[in-house]
């Protein structure tokens, strides 16, 4: 092998380590995007949950509909982002 091939594999690997560093970077700032996502979704069903606790929205019959229907949205898009 000559030296030019010796340095072109070099100079490959190098950006290949930045490429590859980058894009881990890159996963872990997502990552803590969906972990705190996660999180605040959690705190808006609690809170949801402690404005009805004597149940008054849930049992009313035109906003116990609507209010059913954002629990199961929040309750779903939870499950889709714990997976």
Known sequence: ????????IFFLLII???IIQNIYRKLLLHEKFFLSLNLKIANVINKMKALDSRQMFEKDD??????GELVN???ELEEYLSR
């Not at 092998?1 to 072109?8: E, N, Q, R, W």
């Not at 035109?62 to 209010?67: C, L």
């Open 62 to 67: 035109e906003v116990g509909v609507i209010w």
């Open 73 to 75: 949205i929040l309750k």
């Open 1 to 8: 092998m000559t030296i030019y091939s010796l340095l072109g």
């Open 16 to 18: 290949l380590i930045y």
